[in-house]
């Protein structure tokens, strides 16, 4: 044998053991493979997401300051005309921009006054549709004066609802907010209390036409069903699509009202929702939660959902005006706080024009709704870092935003409803 097969031998060995090698890694990586598919198969999760449809990815800014829109359309969506819905059209008739579902609209209202004349009202409403080019859709709940107070009715609600009419002409601010459905492929739960309902149902509906084969739970909360929004409309999705669940509950049904046997597309319960609910009818899987509704639901259902061991990570939620939610992570309090660092102590916040101070702790939230808890009125909107009403000048001091606000408020001023102090602060409200 000469040197060169004796060379040749050599390289076909290490070739030879190159080969095995490749071999063996590219059959323990299938094997792993195998045993993950059938893990997502066997809790229904998408080994390969799609990729999100473009409809999701809606453009940073669709549009900056006011644009002008007419209401095309004005129609009731409950038995007693407390709700209606209004479709908006663009007056300059340019296509729309996308939205994220469960994203809101800022309205800016001329509302008539007790003393003639007319004032500003900044308000913000969700979407309550699926995205469409050629128009919106919010659907507004008649706020009346509370029972037993001198509080009076709400404002902008009772404008739309007694003022604005077709042909009416409305100012917005375009689509944001960061409460909105995911893009995955994981199953979904969707709880809606009251007025609530309004994202849910712009979630449904884009879900149902995006991802029709996702699985969605919707759980709709109200009183009775006089008060339930879209009914036929929800018993007919229902009844269209296999992979809709839909379940209404009634804390406060009225006598004669059919319980949880009432035939149809839709299961009714005689209960408010709650986890003794959803732990008795939900499967066992990786559900992420949205829920909107009023304050005393979500700090209810919100623990109860992490007792339950629901990761907080698949939590979601969004309340009406105000809201603390108590959570049991404490990574969690401190941002539903908006404050990074529990060692920063207590601050100093004095009211220039209120002529009050007060001392702000880590856990008290956001300096509007400290402003609120000593009796400082405050103007606010959104509630959400959007609308820009709360704007109010920083005489001294330093504040600091657990995340950028939508709203980019003027130098030398910060938006109350988003910020904490990160300094004594003096605030000019």
Not at 47 to 58: F, G, K
Not at 129 to 148: C, F, L, M, Q, T
Not at 313 to 329: C, D
Not at 352 to 375: I, R, Y
Request: net charge negative; charged share 15%; proline share 9%.
């Amino acid at each position: 044998m000469t040197s060169l097969h004796l060379l040749l031998w050599i390289a076909g060995g290490v070739l030879l053991q190159l080969a095995l090698y490749v071999c063996i890694g590219f059959w323990r990586h299938w094997q792993a493979y195998r045993a993950l598919r059938t893990a997502a198969e066997e809790f229904e999760i998408a080994v390969h997401p799609e990729a999100a449809p473009e409809l999701m990815q809606p453009e940073a800014a669709a549009w900056t300051g006011h644009r002008t829109f007419h209401v095309e359309r004005k129609v009731p969506e409950d038995a007693t005309a407390q709700v209606c819905s209004f479709y908006l059209v663009p007056e300059d008739q340019k296509p729309l921009p996308p939205f994220l579902p469960g994203q809101f609209l800022t309205f800016q209202f001329d509302v008539p006054s007790q003393t003639g004349g007319t004032q500003p009202v900044i308000r913000c409403y969700s979407l309550s549709d699926a995205p469409h080019p050629n128009h919106y859709r919010i659907s507004v709940k008649r706020a009346p004066a509370p029972v037993g107070s001198q509080f009076p009715p709400g404002l902008s609600s009772n404008y739309l609802h007694d003022h604005v009419n077709v042909g009416s002409q409305l100012q917005l601010r375009a689509p944001t907010g960061h409460f909105h459905i995911d893009q995955s492929d994981a199953p979904v739960v969707l709880v809606g209390g009251g007025i609530g309902i309004t994202p849910m149902l712009s979630m449904l509906s884009w879900c149902l036409t995006a991802q029709p084969g996702r699985e969605l739970w919707l759980f709709y909360g109200v009183r009775n069903s006089a008060e339930l929004v879209m009914q036929a409309q929800l018993q007919a999705l229902a009844a269209q699509h296999a992979n809709f669940h839909l379940h209404l509950c009634l804390s406060n049904p009225q006598a004669g009202e059919a319980g949880v046997h009432q035939p149809g597309p839709e299961q009714r319960h005689r209960s408010r929702v709650d986890v003794a609910l959803l732990r008795r009818l939900l499967p066992l899987k990786p559900y992420h939660f949205y829920i909107c509704g009023p304050t005393p639901m979500l700090r209810s259902l919100v623990p109860a959902l992490e007792d339950w061991g629901v990761p907080e990570g698949r939590i979601h939620f969004e309340a009406f005006g105000p809201a603390s939610i108590p959570r049991k992570n404490p990574a969690t309090v401190r941002q539903a706080a908006l404050q990074g660092d529990d060692k920063q102590g207590a601050v100093l916040v004095t009211f220039a024009k209120s002529g009050q101070q007060a001392t702000w702790e880590p856990g008290m939230g956001a300096l509007l709704d400290f402003a609120e808890s000593h009796g400082i009125a405050v103007s606010s909107g959104c509630r959400a870092g959007a609308c820009g009403s709360c704007q109010t000048s920083i005489r001294t001091g330093e504040v600091a935003y657990a995340q950028a606000p939508d709203f980019d408020p003027e130098p030398g001023s910060c938006l109350l409803c988003v910020c904490t102090p990160k300094s004594a602060v003096t605030l000019e409200a």
